[in-house]
């Protein structure tokens, strides 16, 4: 029986022992088969020199290093072969990914560029979706944030160059299309801790990195242009359809290569869409079909416009000194114009009748799937929107050798980012006169269970800028206004210094890292909302044509067209703006401010084939929550600043194991303590009380000498203490080649706690009761004592999950598959909440049981093809929902196919360095789409398209 039989027999007899199955003992048997010749060599076992995170590579320097085509560094592990292919572009790119992951200690996973300036997705946040366990979520048709292992996005930290980042969005997650992907050379995602780099997250940490120019060795520059075509775009004539992309950079080195300088700058001006629909909710209407009863139909259309620059200053004038400087700013404006129609098809209101109806049963319940509805007014909708971002980075860094022994490594950083946002919306209708002036109509209607919902066949025309005029047309006497002013503004800034010993001591314990590290972060949150009245008394008025825009098609959902016009150019002619006086408005306003110490200490391992570390880290936390807090229940209310500070300790142990069973597969273990900052929008100090005035009222009413309890409050909780979990996580990994490998690791943690909503003891003593307290009878006791509805620590629950990844050349198999390959990975992860927290969060925001993702390639003789897909099944999402607050949906599963080609001219040639490309995203124009309950049967709310884009482009480099 040859060699290769018995290891494959060998295998599957381990597979009924294993806890990963059949599937995994499957594809270790056919890594069992594979071609000898593939098998790597071992590598070195100390951590990447590719690992150049400041906070990390400077502490955990390699004794030898080589440079990549992109300019990474990567461990000088003994080569393959001298007959072996060297490859280049993507299998280039999956090779130095596969070598980061190998030579960290940590669980890691990686993505790297092709070439200077091209990393493999547009979106920085799509490559990273690519990696095991890992998905994005799409907001507007781009990928936007990342949940790691079915975490929430708050759970993971995000680093540039290994220094914390701050974050323009409401809470701590950061949103990556900041960050232009071509300015990035690599990016890594920790899944383990590592006890040398402070801020890592309870579900990951990503490390987003930038070239090293001494690393590069070589003058190079860069240059890439990408044309943008928004297939299905355009239904707002007063937004492009075509944009464009394009990145330079520029690296170098002086004679001596003891000053290395690398700048690059990339500009976006990038067009997109959104189709949408939404299905409000049902109500039967006292018979046992569930009618639709509101709706709504919109196209928005939004243009992406950033500027971004990164420059680094390397020195390094002898083997004892290293220092390097870097730079990182990027301004990210975001233009969208939102056009439509929402109404009622309510029979309460304006007499609305259905007629005509077809029903369906589904899942038990009976639905009206089609028919008529008389008397609905439509409510037309002209939005313009404005969000301008700026992003700033700062950081240095000093490695100095003191002796042959020990090296003392200074970080400083900087990093503050903001946000300005204006949502501006209005409300016409059809018909002139005084406010409230409503003409109803009637229309056909057909709801699918997947796809837009058809309302056709209505009898009034809404683009016609006689008929159309502007004024609220909400029922039930209106809104209260013609329009809505928001504007949010978050600031925050995050400042750190991070000093570091390291002492090589030889032996087991190679070397012990200790250090501090303080970093100080301060957020702030502020909203101006205004209410828009139409001058003259609110009389409904027609648009002046000098403000008319071509009609804006919403045939999507079969409804016509509908009035648009240059908002801001008229707005002043038409409204006026007055304070809103909502006491919630004052519950959105707050500052957080936190102040970190880290002491940790850290020791590296190497004993034969056992290497690793075991670290620990001791975090003192100071936290600040600025808020308003309202005195009385009157309106404008009585508001009052308030300042709650409160303090802890955390001891986050951690362990990194690895045991290389032979020189191609290695075992890994590791188990930390870990922990995440709570979100910021539940620290604010806010309070919204609240007075129950007919807490008496009714039978059988109250006795005397009876206590009553009619204060609560909302609001947030500024002694919110970090979510807190225990893990472990245990891994296979074999390597066969350049671009070849296959893992799978397990996981599981522990939440010792989790942040939900509860209702908590409060002394409302010092409160002024309301006038409307009279109503309680004078021979009660009215108590100070009652509740507050915030967010707390409760219990936590569990989050467990496996996860397979694999990349293979199929040229290793025959030389007839040559230039083809593969990588992929799919997780399944499995998570549990206690009761309590269960009853009021549901799922964990961002958890999918099922991930995985295909990418399928060919490369060879400078022609380059692929195509990847990638897979999430449905979750709880975290998005910007009504009046600027956070909301969680149910987004159902999403599926994103995207292809490109492309050609990269020989360097015998004379367009030598000139590359060509042609790529599509969303190949399949996948559907976004959420759902809620009716009647216990899941039902479409939300569905929205986005349609393909279309990028052409070519890059040169010399």
Not at 813 to 836: C, E, I, M, P, Q
Not at 854 to 874: D, H, I, M, P, V
Request: net charge negative; glycine share 10%.
């Amino acid at each position: 029986m040859s060699t290769e039989v018995k290891s494959v027999l060998s295998v599957k007899r381990a597979a009924r022992r294993c806890p990963f199955g059949l599937t995994a003992a499957s594809v270790f048997a056919f890594a069992a088969i594979l071609p000898t010749s593939a098998v790597a060599q071992e590598a070195g076992s100390a951590k990447s020199p590719g690992d150049h995170s400041q906070s990390t590579d400077a502490r955990i320097a390699a004794k030898a290093k080589t440079t990549t085509a992109d300019g990474n560094e990567q461990s000088s592990a003994p080569t393959e072969p001298s007959n072996e292919i060297v490859v280049t572009g993507f299998r280039q790119s999956i090779a130095n990914a596969i070598d980061l992951k190998r030579s960290n200690d940590s669980i890691v996973e990686a993505v790297t560029a092709e070439e200077i300036g091209k990393l493999p997705d547009a979106s920085i946040a799509e490559s990273i979706a690519r990696l095991p366990g890992i998905a994005a979520q799409r907001v507007g048709g781009r990928a936007e944030i990342i949940s790691v292992r079915g975490f929430p996005p708050a759970f993971t930290n995000v680093l540039l160059n290994g220094r914390v980042q701050a974050s323009s969005n409401y809470n701590r997650a950061v949103e990556f299309d900041q960050y232009p992907s071509e300015l990035l050379s690599s990016v890594v995602v920790y899944k383990t801790p590592d006890a040398d780099i402070s801020s890592m997250g309870l579900a990951g940490t990503v490390d987003l990195r930038t070239i090293r120019p001494l690393a590069y060795g070589k003058r190079t520059i860069a240059v890439n242009i990408r044309g943008q075509y928004d297939e299905g775009g355009g239904r707002n004539a007063d937004m492009p359809k075509w944009g464009g992309r394009g990145s330079i950079s520029y690296i170098d080195q002086n004679k001596d290569g003891t000053l290395g300088w690398v700048i690059g700058y990339a500009h976006l001006d990038a067009p997109s869409h959104t189709d949408h629909t939404k299905n409000w909710f049902y109500d039967t209407y006292g018979g046992t079909t569930n009618l639709l009863s509101g709706q709504e139909v919109f196209a928005t259309n939004n243009r992406d416009i950033r500027d971004g620059v990164m420059a680094t200053l390397e020195w390094q004038p002898s083997d004892t000194v290293h220092s390097t400087l870097d730079l990182y700013y990027s301004r990210f404006k975001q233009r969208t114009i939102n056009r439509g129609a929402q109404w009622y098809s309510d029979q309460y209101v304006d007499d609305g009748t259905f007629s005509n109806v077809q029903s369906q049963t589904i899942g038990g319940t009976d639905f009206g799937v089609s028919g008529h509805f008389d008397n609905a007014v439509p409510i037309i909708r002209n939005d313009n929107n404005r969000r301008d971002d700026e992003l700033f980075a700062i950081g240095w860094n000093g490695e100095f050798k003191m002796d042959d022994r020990t090296t003392f490594v200074a970080d400083l950083s900087y990093s503050s980012n903001k946000r300005d946002e204006t949502y501006l919306e209005t409300y016409q209708g059809y018909g002139a006169g005084p406010y409230q002036t409503r003409t109803t109509d009637g229309y056909d209607f057909s709801i699918p269970q997947n796809g837009f919902p058809q309302f056709t066949g209505f009898g009034l025309d809404y683009a016609d800028a006689s008929q159309v005029t502007l004024g609220d047309r909400a029922p039930w006497g209106g809104w209260g206004h013609d329009g809505l002013l928001k504007s949010p503004h978050v600031k925050e800034s995050v400042g750190a210094i991070d000093l570091g010993l390291k002492r090589e001591f030889g032996g087991v314990i190679s070397d012990i890292d200790i250090g501090i590290n303080y970093t100080h972060r301060r957020k702030t949150k502020t909203v101006t909302e205004l209410d828009l009245f139409l001058k003259n008394d609110r009389e409904q008025v027609p648009i002046d044509p000098q403000y008319l825009v071509s009609p804006t098609s919403l045939d999507f959902a079969g409804m016509g067209s509908v009035l648009a016009f240059n908002l801001p150019a008229a707005f002043s002619n038409y409204y006026d703006e007055v304070q809103l006086q909502d006491i919630n408005h004052f519950d959105k306003a707050w500052g957080i401010t936190e102040d970190l110490v880290t002491l940790r200490a850290k020791a590296n391992i190497r004993a034969g084939k056992l290497h690793g570390n075991v670290g620990v880290q001791a975090v003192i936390e100071n936290q600040s929550s600025d808020g308003l807090r309202i005195f009385d229940t009157t309106s404008p209310p009585t508001i009052s600043p308030v300042q709650i500070s409160d303090r802890y300790t955390d001891v986050l142990p951690s362990l990194n194991l690895i045991y290389d069973l032979n020189s191609a597969m290695r075992l890994r273990f590791a188990a930390a303590k870990v922990m995440a900052r709570p979100n910021m929008d539940d620290m604010r100090a806010n309070l919204l009380p609240s007075f129950n005035s007919s807490v008496c009222a009714g039978s059988p009413g109250c006795t005397p000498g009876q206590e009553v309890h009619p204060w609560s409050a909302s609001g947030g909780n500024p002694y919110l203490q970090p979510w807190r979990a225990k893990e472990i996580n245990l891994a296979l990994d074999w390597y066969g080649g350049k671009a070849t490998y296959i893992s799978v690791t397990s996981f599981y943690v522990w939440l010792d706690n989790y942040i939900y909503t509860q209702a908590l003891p409060y002394d409302f003593t010092g409160l002024p009761e309301p006038a409307t307290a009279s109503s309680i009878p004078s021979n009660v006791i009215v108590s100070p004592e009652g509740t507050l509805t915030a967010p707390a620590n409760g219990q936590g629950g569990y989050a467990r999950g496996i996860e397979m990844s694999a990349s293979l050349e199929f040229g290793k198999l025959t030389r007839l598959l040559d230039g083809f390959g593969f990588t992929g990975s799919v997780a399944y992860t499995d998570a549990s909440l206690d009761k309590a927290a269960a009853s009021q969060v549901g799922n964990l925001p961002g958890l999918s049981d099922w991930v995985y993702n295909l990418t399928g390639y060919y490369e060879k003789n400078g022609f380059q093809a692929r195509a990847s897909y990638r897979y999430r099944s449905g979750f709880k999402g975290e998005v910007v929902s009504l009046f600027t607050n956070l909301g969680y949906p149910y987004i159902l599963a999403d599926k994103q196919l995207d292809a490109q080609i492309g050609y990269t001219f020989p360097d015998n040639s004379n367009l030598a360095g000139l590359g060509v490309q042609l790529q599509v995203s969303n190949v399949l124009n996948s559907p976004y789409r959420t759902s809620y309950t009716v009647n216990g049967t899941q039902m479409l709310e939300t569905y929205e398209e986005y349609g393909r884009e279309w990028l052409l482009g070519l890059s040169y480099k010399f």
